[in-house]
Structure formats: C-alpha cells, structure tokens
C-alpha cells in the first residue's frame, strides 16, 4: 500500500502542510482532510465543475488533480473569495439575482467567475456561456447565471472606475 | 481510488527508468484529465502515476524560425495564450480552444491527447496536417514518428512499454499558409466530435491556387486519418468550389464510420465532405489574412 505523503501548499494565502495517500483527489484532500468544504463534489469526472478551484492562478477540476499534484502549489479556493464579512462583486451577485437553488454548483461558478472576470473584465454574454461551459446547473438554468455574471462585471468595473 | 504510487521525476532519463523498470504497470501523468478518471472508473490499474510535468523537455514551447516545439506535457491553455502560434499555426489553437472546457484546458495536454490515442481526439488531425513529428524516448534511445503513423487502433498506438513521447516538432509554416480544424457537435461546446476536419493549405503568391494541401479527419475510423489523396488532390488548382469538392469526394473515399449514438455511418460520412469545404475554406481566409466565420463552438 502506498505510503502518505506530506504536501504543503499555500491555499488562501496561508501556507498548509497535510498528509495525503497518492490516490487521494485534491478535492478530497481539501474536503476531508483540511475541512474546506465549501468545494463541492459533483459528477467527479471533470464535467460538471462543481469543484472548480484556482491552482497557480488557473482555473481547475479539484476531481481531476491529485492532491500530491498540489505539494508546492498556490491555491484558491471558494473560502477565500469573501473578505472577512463582505461577499465579494461575484457572490453578492448571485445572491442578488438568485442565481441559484440548491447551491452545489454555486462555489464552482463563483470561482470559474472569478477567473473570468481576472482574464476579461468586460466579457459579453457569449464570451461568458463559453468561459462557464465547464460548469453544469441542474436546477437555476442559465440565464440568471449568467446575468449576475454580467452584473458582477459592471459592479466591479464600477468599483476600480 | 485505487492504491498507486506516485513518483514525479525532474530528469526525462529517470521517469523512463521508472516507467522502464515497472514493465508495463506504471503510466505517464500529464494534465490527467483522462488518466484519473480512467484509474477511478478501473478502466486502467496502474501501479504507479509517473507525473511528467517536472520535467523540463517535456513542458518546452518554443517557436523559431525552424519551426514550433511542442513538449508533451504542455497544457492547451498555454499553447493558445502565445498569438503567434495562434497565428502560424492556427489548427493546433483551434483544437485546443475545445478541447473540454476552460478548467480541463488548464490541465489537458495535447501529447496526453495524442497517447490516448481515440478517434475523435481533436488535436491530433491538427498535429497530422501541420506535419507534427513525435519525438520519443525509450530505453534503447531516441526515436521520430510522424504522427499520422503513431495512433494504430482506438486507444492504441506505436508506445512501447518503457517509451515515453517527449515532444511534437512542427515544420516552420511556409509563405501564403493557413490551417483550421474544427468538428460537428449537436452542442456547442464540452463534447466529443461527430465528425472533425483538420486542414493546412499553401496558396501561390496570387492567392488564388493551392500550392499543395494537407487534410486530416476525426471520428470516422479506428484512429485519426491523414486524407493524404483528398489534400493531394488540391496541390495545382485554383481556389474554388470545383477543386473544394473534389477533395472532398477523395477524403470521403477513405472514412469508414461507425454507426453509434452520436451518428449514423452515412450522416457521418456526409459530414465529411460538409465539415471539408468550410474548413478549407476557413484555412484559405487565414492563408490571404482574411477575416474568417468561425467562433470556437460554434
């Protein structure tokens, strides 16, 4: 049986050292092991995005990378997205536009959002379904989705303006 | 998941070593958005993941003027975040522009893709028609297979056990060129070709004749095909919708479908010569620096 290893990484800003078996995802390991379960599990096969989280400033499937992968590694995950109290342009946007029911996608399209809007402030409607395709609602449909990433942008950009 | 092991070497000669010494029970990690998913499934059991990516010969983008190389383990994000290889060698982009969505191009690498070795992969038509040459390292040397040589069956292709491909090496693109490849899905994104065409054309200094033409299908056979006659059939004559569909015809010629959920063997085959046209097309617009109508899924 393989042994565990000893991966440390920095995940929000604060460096983390944990024990991991080689077979173990990086979404495992941020759920079960260090308790940061705001990343969700969906379909656990890269389609749905449900677990998306920033790896050295890219977007990834946390289901598709193992948790060694991760030993050095700068991470972002949905916990570090507000700042302390304050939702940040993005959750506050879904919030407001009720961009979602049950929730489970929602960590995953807030952080995929995030990486959108560092790539392109100004995406238009098509440039968001394209950047988001990754990612599956089961339940809001699209739309409202995709209008609180819209008003996330201009929220933002009225921000730094 | 199964119990591995996990080893990341940073010396190209250690990772054959490794994958050498475990005779055909370790495999290569690259973006491992097919190997894990295949390891938690069962689909493969392999006893030890020998992550590539720290190793330096594998994770080489260079263009020059002898051409562009293309380490294995180079994610597709990176290949088109560089304009010039948008540029010069637009199929390779095009592919890895949908190739699942953002989050997989973030990880997924087009020599992953190769080594996986399905029919419909969308890179590999676009590595056949921009010449690629597979560089690959064993433990007996060095060797090069061009790479419409290295896939032989679905899943299958020309690795033996304890080689590992390094990298693909592209031909500088010639004056008066352009390249595109795109495939039918009944969505618009995230999901795997109906059918796909890649092509590379050289226009003569009018712009109005090919020069000589490459073409490469997807989705229509036991593995990538390089529709060697149908871009044959281009070299010398103008650029029209007579020439155009006589590639075609040639490239349908050679497609021998199945018949499965995603389509029939006769709409497969139309699509064919459907997805030719418009992707010639499309490389003649890119080779006379023309706007051309294509979004990515789309």
Redesign the interface.
Known sequence: MAKKRVVTTTINGDTHEFLCKPQQTLLEALRDVLGLTGTKEGCSNGNCGACTVQMNGRPVDSCLVLAVEAEGANLKTIEGVACGNHLDEVQSAFLEGAALQCGICTPGFIMQTESLLEENATPSEEEIRFYLSGNLCRCTGYDKIVKAVQCAAEQRQAANA | ??????E?PTALSAAIELLAQANGSAKP?AG??DL??H???GRLEPDL?V?V?KIDELNVLELNGDGLRLGAAVPC?RIYGTPEISQQYAALTDSCRII?????Q??ASVGGNLCNSGPAADSTPSLIVLGGVCVIAGPNGTREVPVEDFCIAPGKNVLEAGELLVEVKFPARAANSGSHYRRFIPR???DIAVVSVGASVVLDESKENFVSARIALGAVAATPLFAQAAGDALAGQPVNEESIAKAAAAAKEIATPITDMRGTAEYRTHLVGVLIERVINAAVSQARGEAICY???H
């Not at chain 2, 998941?1 to 996990?6: A, G, I, S, V």
């Open positions: 998941m199964r119990d591995f092991e996990y990341a990690l491992g958005t894990i998913d390891v938690r499934t993941l992550d990516k994000y699942g969505g953002i989050q997989i973030s990880r618009n994104e995230m979004k990515p899924g």
